[in-house]
């Protein structure tokens, strides 16, 4: 799972990069410069948390557990955000966080011991 999580990381860097760049994907609607600027940001640290926490899902740490489904629930909001406002794709973005939050929240002793119980 760590490792699909370093993939979602670092295709999140992608995209926002190729936003930043102009060579993002075409948009269903018209958004304005902050908006753009907002999908930039978040992507950057959707990215880099996500690559951080697969980590510590890598490494088996409670703080990677935690991480990642905090993370997992931010994305979500974030992709149903995206969907509605800028691009009705973006509702694909939900897949890997869904998957990490039913894999891990299945496997919470694993990571957390006696605590997850």
């Given at each position: 799972m760590?490792?699909?999580g370093l993939f979602q990381g670092f295709l999140r860097l992608v995209l926002a990069f190729?936003?930043?760049s102009?060579?993002?994907?075409?948009?269903?609607?018209?958004?304005?410069?902050g908006t753009m600027d907002l999908v930039l940001i978040m992507f950057l640290v959707?990215?880099?948390l996500g690559i951080i926490t697969s980590m510590g899902i890598w490494m088996m740490r409670a703080w990677g557990?935690?991480?990642t489904m905090?993370?997992?629930a931010g994305t979500i909001a974030f992709d149903i955000w995206a969907a509605v406002t800028v691009q009705s794709?973006?509702?694909l973005g939900l897949v890997l966080p869904v998957l990490f939050i039913s894999y891990l929240?299945?496997?919470r002793e694993k990571f957390l011991g006696r605590e997850g119980k």
């Open positions: 760590a490792w699909l190729s936003v930043a102009g060579f993002g994907p075409g948009l269903d609607r018209p958004v304005s410069s959707i990215g880099v557990f935690w991480g905090l993370l997992s794709t973006a509702i929240f299945a496997r």
